[in-house]
């Protein structure tokens, strides 16, 4: 299950998550927080879903169906953040992935200070991981970060104040690495810069990623490893659409494959009318 806002370019968002979580083999179903209106170039608007509205999409699927695992995105309002973790709470899922959303690349506010503030005594304590970019581990840390060793400070501070393990994304970093703290061990995992624009959705694609590896069995670190590698590949395949910033490539993995044949509808309907004569 993805929980998070309705981003209409499909780039990030429950869209993405969805298509992220399909390329994995995996069944998604959505939650939407809020539907924000943008476009590849610009955020338009932002219009948070009620907390009673989102309590009830949550409760007629998870008593519906089991939940493998629970990636939450983007929530907007701290009324959200309530319902999302009293829902937690309530149903108890196996796995939960928590990217914590504040702000889109362009600069708008996707969670209000409000909805920091309950993020942090109310979300962050009950998830398996968090996945914050370094941005956010410093907003949540109140501290700057801008090497490999202020995050793996960052990364123990929010595992001491919250008690979960931490994954600080460091993708904008000039060598992308990302930084693991389990409580126990670090873990340094390094990437390969690709030199593309079409970036759009990463967050939550990596995110998701986690969330549909987990629900697959997968260790955490080999899920952090995994979603790494499938991140890498999207944005290297990814879609120069739009007049902004270009857009993930989620399904990368059914280009080459082999497509479906449509069936030969003369030998078919042959053999069926032969069969009335
Ligand atoms: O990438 C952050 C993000 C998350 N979720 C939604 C968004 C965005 C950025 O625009 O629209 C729904």
Known sequence: M???GFDPTGGAG????????AAHNCYGVAVVTSLVVQSTSALLGRHDVSA???????QALA??????AVKVGMLGSAANVEAVAAAIEKYAPPFVVLDPVFRSTSGAELLDAEGVEALR??????VTVITPNIDEAARLTDQTISSIEQMRAAAAALHAAYGVRVVITGGHLEKPQDVYYDGDNYSVFAGDRIPSENTHGTGCAFSSAIAANLALGKSLPDAIVLAKAYVTKAI?????LGRGQGLLNHLYRLQ????ARPVVVTEMAES????HR
């Open 2 to 4: 993805t929980i998070a």
């Open 14 to 21: 429950v869209s993405g998550d969805l298509k992220t979580i």
């Open 52 to 58: 009673a509205v989102v309590s009830q999409q949550i």
């Open 63 to 68: 008593e519906d169906m089991p939940l493998a």
């Open 121 to 126: 005594a109310q979300l962050l304590p009950r």
């Open 236 to 240: 290297e395949k990814g879609y120069a």
């Open 256 to 259: 080459g494959s082999t497509q």
């Open 272 to 275: 069926h009318t032969a069969g």
